[in-house]
């Protein structure tokens, strides 16, 4: 990470943010018991999770402005999945709300970050 250790505040830069959001949602699903519903459940979750960043990375190496913005509201939907997929693995597995819920919270900022990079590119 980028930033000093200690330090509460999330890395700046956008694609390692998103790198470790997914890392964090694998060591997440890895840790569940292993069950159908789960199965489901963290197939979708790392694949959305996974999908933010991925997207991402994509805009970065945009063929153009509507590429770019076109990937970076795939990633922010991604984002949008994730917090669903997130709040369906709760439901699924009771007494881990607290730790889901930083999850829930990094996937809700990543989504509006990804929403003022939007708003702010489609206006340039």
């Known amino acids: 990470m980028t930033t000093p250790q200690g330090s509460n505040k999330r890395p700046f830069d956008l694609e390692l943010r998103t790198t470790e959001f997914a890392k964090r949602i694998v060591r997440l699903c890895k840790a569940l018991q292993r069950n159908p519903i789960n199965d489901r459940l963290t197939g979708q979750l790392v694949g959305s999770a996974g999908s933010v960043g991925a997207n991402y990375r994509e ?42 819920a930083v999850l829930h919270q990094e996937a809700t900022e990543l989504k509006n970050i990804l929403s003022a990079i939007i708003t702010k590119s489609a206006r340039v």
């Open 59 to 100: 805009a970065n190496d945009a063929l153009g402005k509507k590429d770019f913005i076109h990937r970076l509201k795939i990633a922010r939907k991604e984002a949008k999945e994730a917090v669903h997929w997130l709040e369906l693995v709760v439901e699924a597995n009771q007494g881990i709300a607290v730790e889901v």
